[in-house]
């Protein structure tokens, strides 16, 4: 079942037909007491019933609602002009925002691909956009955008790592706007049948879980040191490679294998040595 958008007639000109008929209505009252005529007041009564029955059939469109008309139970269709709007007052009217919606999920526990528990929440923004099917595909389209956006988190949850453990792997902590995107759409896929549109999705909270944060906590500093030693003993070993080179090409001095491999080891320490080095200045024997 689909939309079908129907322009009823204007609720202006249906107000003033019902004001102006119990106008009618109460001047015939008022005409049947002061002849002392009854038979007045039967007319008054079915012109007075007659504009009861064409109120009802007014309703309000508010900016960005819509109202859904059924029949004994029969779709008709939905009126989205804002406005006042008249229709067969047999029709029962069903409001439906049309405004931009948003909902933060709970906290989930789950595990990542790698098996580490985490915890993990997002932020869905989301419009119905099409009205005969959030109210009939589904039997509450609100709680199923939350069910089912709980759903696709979980399962994004599963597809990812969080932290990357090979060079260019999508992770849920360094990919955030990848990520971002497969979360929309399979959000999106889930919600189609509902009539809903999701506009954004983002994970609005990505944290070990508490009984593993401190050991990750421990493995993510180690891994930061380990890529810093690696640059230091990059940038070391090439600031040795030029140091030999000048000596070598300059002829400051001439260094056999011992002696290069000595003053190799001496330079390494003091350029790899986290910690101020302490020079030991040979004076000879006494």
Same mark, same amino acid.
């Given at each position: 079942?689909?939309?079908?958008?129907?322009?009823?007639?204007?609720?202006?000109?249906?107000?003033?037909?019902?004001?102006?008929?119990?106008? @009618?209505?109460?001047?015939?009252?008022?005409?049947?007491?002061?002849? #002392?005529?009854?038979? *007045?007041?039967?007319?008054?009564?079915?012109?007075?019933?007659?504009?009861?029955?064409?109120?009802?059939?007014?309703?309000?469109?508010?900016? #960005?609602?819509?109202?859904?008309?059924?029949?004994?139970?029969?779709?008709?269709?939905?009126?989205?002009?804002?406005?006042?709007? *008249?229709?067969?007052?047999?029709?029962?009217? =069903?409001?439906?925002?049309?405004?931009?919606?948003?909902?933060?999920?709970?906290?989930? =526990?789950?595990?990542?691909?790698?098996? #580490?528990?985490?915890?993990?929440?997002?932020?869905?923004? *989301?419009?119905?956009?099409?009205?005969?099917?959030?109210?009939?595909?589904?039997?509450?389209?609100?709680?199923? @955008?939350?069910?089912?956006?709980?759903?696709?988190?979980?399962?994004?949850?599963?597809?990812?790592?969080?932290?990357?453990?090979?060079?260019?792997?999508?992770?849920?902590?360094?990919?955030?706007?990848?990520?971002?995107?497969?979360?929309?759409?399979?959000?999106?896929?889930?919600?189609?049948?509902?009539?809903?549109?999701?506009?954004?999705?983002?994970?609005?909270?990505?944290?070990?879980?508490?009984?593993?944060?401190?050991?990750?906590?421990?493995?993510?500093?180690?891994?930061?040191?380990?890529?810093?030693?690696?640059?230091? @003993?990059?940038?070391?070993?090439?600031?040795?490679?030029?140091?030999?080179?000048?000596?070598?090409?300059? =002829?400051?001095?001439?260094?056999? $294998?011992?002696?290069?491999?000595?003053?190799?080891? $001496?330079?390494?320490?003091?350029?790899?040595?986290?910690?101020?080095?302490?020079?030991?200045? #040979?004076?000879? =024997?006494?």
């Amino acid at each position: 079942m689909r939309e079908v958008l129907i322009v009823p007639k204007s609720g202006g000109t249906m107000l003033a037909y019902a004001l102006g008929t119990i106008g @009618v209505a109460f001047l015939l009252c008022v005409i049947a007491a002061a002849t #002392n005529s009854p038979g *007045w007041i039967l007319p008054a009564i079915l012109l007075a019933g007659g504009a009861v029955v064409v109120l009802t059939g007014l309703f309000t469109v508010g900016p #960005n609602d819509a109202k859904v008309l059924q029949l004994f139970g029969d779709y008709q269709g939905t009126v989205r002009e804002p406005g006042l709007r *008249w229709v067969n007052p047999l029709y029962t009217k =069903k409001r439906v925002s049309l405004r931009v919606r948003n909902f933060e999920s709970e906290r989930l =526990k789950v595990n990542d691909l790698s098996g #580490n528990p985490i915890e993990i929440a997002a932020v869905v923004v *989301w419009r119905v956009v099409d009205t005969a099917e959030a109210l009939f595909h589904v039997d509450d389209f609100t709680d199923f @955008v939350h069910v089912q956006s709980e759903a696709a988190i979980r399962n994004l949850a599963l597809s990812y790592p969080y932290d990357p453990h090979v060079e260019g792997e999508i992770a849920l902590r360094s990919h955030t706007a990848e990520v971002a995107e497969h979360l929309k759409s399979e959000i999106q896929e889930r919600l189609h049948q509902a009539g809903v549109d999701v506009i954004e999705a983002r994970i609005s909270h990505l944290a070990y879980a508490p009984e593993i944060a401190h050991a990750m906590l421990q493995r993510q500093q180690a891994t930061a040191v380990i890529a810093a030693r690696q640059k230091i @003993v990059e940038g070391a070993v090439g600031m040795v490679e030029m140091a030999l080179d000048r000596l070598s090409h300059q =002829k400051i001095v001439e260094l056999d $294998n011992d002696k290069k491999a000595a003053m190799i080891g $001496n330079l390494l320490v003091v350029l790899c040595s986290d910690r101020g080095t302490q020079p030991v200045v #040979n004076a000879g =024997k006494g």
